[in-house]
């Protein structure tokens, strides 16, 4: 059995492990430097290692798979789509990368230039103008995906934020621009969720809270007295953080001593392409490689007692979501029980206790 050690100049990242790979997910410059790998076999207590390999990773150089820098995303402060006529809002374009000192952005309304070379867009005193889908872009990166920002002079307004990813927390605000509100109450697709003290209310996001909401509060009215009112419906759709993983294996059916190399994929929402992703795998239900940044697992020679379901599961532990992938089933063929080797092994019994009593008749 071979195990399998990673540094970094000279600083283990990934200690012994029967996985021959190490992978970071989302690159940064300064997982840069001189890497180099150990092999070792426990049982006889030898190890050697290799050469050095210099790896460089440049800060703007952060590429998607079409060769085309990744797009840039357009965030709000305060972080609500939905604003009040005179409130001020702060757009900014995000980029995955860090960018050079004099980098120079572009924004866009509605599909049209506007003006603003600067990382931060800000709109002081908003118009119901000001409203459409807000873009930005940097450098020769594509345009960032568009972002839907809205200015209503209604009284009372529910706000969210542009972009939910599952495991964030969706904050929600039942804002009263010109008072304060009694009696909160959110709801989502006509059921209560929530009767809140204060206008504000933080819930926990799966993609099955995808829905309509809107708000109900008692507003001061004339004569001191007081009204419900009820805000305008907005649909908040809570948008995938990672796809379910898929498991692959270099072969579905290997003979006893083959090397056997298992690996997990998904797609990461380009939003969040810098959060980080552990894999961990399983046979037959039971952990056979915990939670690491490695999405390969690798048994270098494969033994029948292997053979099983193997799935994994995909955890971005930063948010707590966590996906299984289906199950891949993998047989291996025992070297010398397989029935062809059976038959081989009957008929050179025969042959060889044929031997003798042919000699003896053929002597007689």
């Known amino acids: 059995e071979l195990q399998f050690a990673f540094y970094r100049n000279g600083h283990n990242v990934q200690g012994f492990h029967s996985s021959n790979h190490y992978t970071i997910q989302s690159a940064r410059p300064q997982?840069?430097?001189?890497?180099?790998?150990?092999?070792?076999?426990?049982?006889?207590?030898?190890?050697?290692?290799?050469?050095?390999?210099?790896?460089?990773?440049?800060?703007?150089a952060v590429m998607a798979s079409t060769g085309a820098l990744v797009r840039p995303v357009v965030s709000f402060s305060p972080n609500w789509a939905t604003i009040s006529l005179h409130d001020s809002i702060t757009l900014t374009c995000n980029v995955s990368s860090t960018s050079l000192l004099n980098q120079r952005y572009s924004w866009y309304k509605d599909?049209?230039?506007?003006?603003?070379?600067?990382?931060?867009?800000?709109?002081?005193?908003?118009?119901?103008?000001?409203?459409?889908?807000?873009?930005?872009?940097?450098?020769?990166?594509?345009?960032?995906d568009p972002v839907r920002l809205d200015v209503t002079n209604e009284r009372l307004i529910l706000q969210a934020p542009p972009s939910v990813y599952e495991g964030d927390p969706l904050t929600l605000r039942c804002y009263t621009p010109n008072s304060i509100g009694k009696e909160v109450t959110f709801y989502k697709d006509n059921v209560i969720i929530s009767s809140s003290p204060t206008d504000t209310v933080t819930l926990d996001t799966s993609v099955g809270m995808t829905g309509t909401y809107r708000c109900k509060a008692l507003l001061p009215s004339e004569l001191h007295c007081y009204s419900h009112y009820t805000s305008a419906e907005i649909v908040i759709t809570i948008q995938e953080l990672f796809s379910r993983p898929e498991i692959r294996a270099n072969n579905n059916s290997l003979q006893e001593g083959d090397l056997l190399n298992i690996s997990c994929h998904t797609v990461l929402n380009p939003a969040r392409a810098n959060t980080e992703l552990q894999f961990a795998f399983y046979r037959n239900g039971h952990n056979v490689q915990g939670f690491h940044s490695s999405n390969h697992y690798t048994i270098q020679s494969a033994r029948p007692q292997d053979s099983g379901s193997y799935t994994c599961h995909t955890a971005a532990p930063s948010v707590s979501v966590t996906k299984g992938s289906k199950e891949l089933t993998i047989y291996f063929q025992g070297g010398s029980y397989t029935i062809e080797n059976i038959i081989r092994l009957v008929l050179s019994v025969c042959i060889l206790l044929s031997v003798p009593f042919l000699c003896y008749f053929h002597i007689k």
């Open 31 to 60: 997982d840069s430097g001189n890497y180099t790998c150990h092999t070792a076999a426990p049982s006889v207590s030898v190890t050697k290692g290799s050469k050095e390999l210099t790896i460089y990773f440049q800060a703007v």
């Open 111 to 144: 599909n049209e230039r506007i003006k603003g070379e600067e990382q931060n867009f800000r709109i002081e005193n908003a118009e119901e103008k000001d409203s459409g889908n807000y873009q930005c872009q940097t450098g020769t990166s594509e345009r960032s």
